[in-house]
């Protein structure tokens, strides 16, 4: 059974070898047929994601020329599977994955299992979560590729894989395990420099952990980025954790961490943070 991924560079597994399509037009089809997840393409999102607003003279025949070297390279990676993968329907084209062949589909699942289960212990938790995040070996496609269609998706995948490690953050601090995530948040934060949420927990684990003159310093280097580069101030509830941080707020910490949809801001009442 072939293996596909994206969560890295783009890549068919098959039992006995790992193919990376060549070349941009081939790596763009393959990753728009992916996103897709298993649902029909039409041919003129296949056309946008390939070539753009410049597509060439005869571009319906030079889809079907590409398409049949897809289909090609497919069927030799799988040769005993009977039926063409590459399915070809009036409006456009289909390629036939389940959950387990694409490395997406599992984390998308992952994260809506996660999403909707209820309050478990933070160590199994968070467990979990390492497990499902473990499905990324890179950046999305190994680098750009597509147009608006894999965009849209890409952006999709970034925001589940954001809101799992911010949730991972979360268990790591109610379970007392600020000093192991300082490193890691750091390292996100390189990243994402702008994502406040990330920045409110690096200062409650640098707090917890003793370290209050860092934990304000997070605040002054993330309000100087957003001064400089966007002109703008922190928000109402960044500048409530630096109150927090300078006041010595003991709900700092006794609380867990806001999870990312909450919009509270902290109090002297008990607050979670």
């Known amino acids: 059974m072939?293996?596909?991924?994206?969560?890295?560079?783009?890549?068919?597994?098959?039992?006995?070898?790992?193919?990376?399509?060549?070349?941009?037009?081939?790596?763009?089809?393959?990753?728009?047929?992916?996103?897709?997840?298993g649902h029909l393409v039409p041919t003129k999102t296949i056309i946008d994601e390939v070539w753009g607003s410049e597509p060439p003279d005869g571009v319906e025949n030079a889809v079907q020329a590409h398409i049949s070297r897809l289909r090609r390279k497919l069927a030799e990676l799988e040769q005993d599977s009977g039926a063409s993968r590459l399915v070809t329907h009036p409006r456009g084209y289909r390629l036939v994955l389940g959950e387990?062949?694409?490395?997406?589909?599992?984390?998308?699942?992952?994260?809506?299992?996660?999403?909707?289960?209820?309050?478990?212990?933070?160590?199994?938790?968070?467990?979990?979560?390492?497990?499902?995040?473990?499905?990324?070996?890179?950046?999305?496609?190994?680098?750009?590729?597509?147009?608006?269609?894999?965009?849209?998706?890409?952006?999709?995948?970034?925001?589940?894989?954001?809101?799992?490690?911010?949730?991972?953050?979360?268990?790591?601090?109610?379970?007392?395990?600020?000093?192991?995530?300082?490193?890691?948040?750091?390292?996100?934060?390189?990243?994402?420099?702008?994502?406040?949420?990330?920045?409110?927990?690096?200062?409650?684990?640098?707090?917890?952990?003793?370290?209050?003159?860092e934990a304000l310093q997070v605040y002054r280097d993330l309000s100087a980025r957003l001064a400089d580069e966007l002109g703008l101030l922190p928000s109402p509830a960044m500048q409530a954790y630096e109150r927090a941080v300078l006041e010595q707020d003991p709900a700092l910490h006794w609380s867990s961490v806001l999870g990312p949809s909450s919009r509270r801001t902290l109090t002297r009442q008990p607050t979670r943070y």
Request: include cysteine.
């Open 2 to 37: 072939l293996k596909f991924q994206i969560l890295g560079k783009i890549e068919i597994q098959a039992a006995d070898c790992t193919v990376r399509p060549k070349g941009t037009l081939q790596r763009a089809l393959l990753a728009t047929f992916l996103v897709s997840e």
């Open 100 to 213: 387990e062949q694409l490395d997406a589909l599992a984390f998308i699942r992952g994260y809506e299992r996660l999403k909707d289960a209820p309050d478990s212990p933070p160590a199994e938790t968070s467990s979990e979560i390492r497990r499902v995040l473990a499905l990324w070996d890179g950046p999305l496609f190994g680098g750009p590729v597509g147009g608006l269609f894999c965009k849209a998706a890409a952006a999709r995948y970034e925001e589940a894989r954001l809101a799992l490690q911010e949730r991972l953050f979360d268990c790591e601090l109610e379970g007392a395990r600020y000093q192991h995530v300082i490193p890691e948040l750091r390292d996100h934060l390189i990243s994402n420099p702008y994502q406040e949420r990330m920045h409110q927990q690096l200062m409650v684990a640098l707090y917890r952990a003793g370290r209050q003159t």
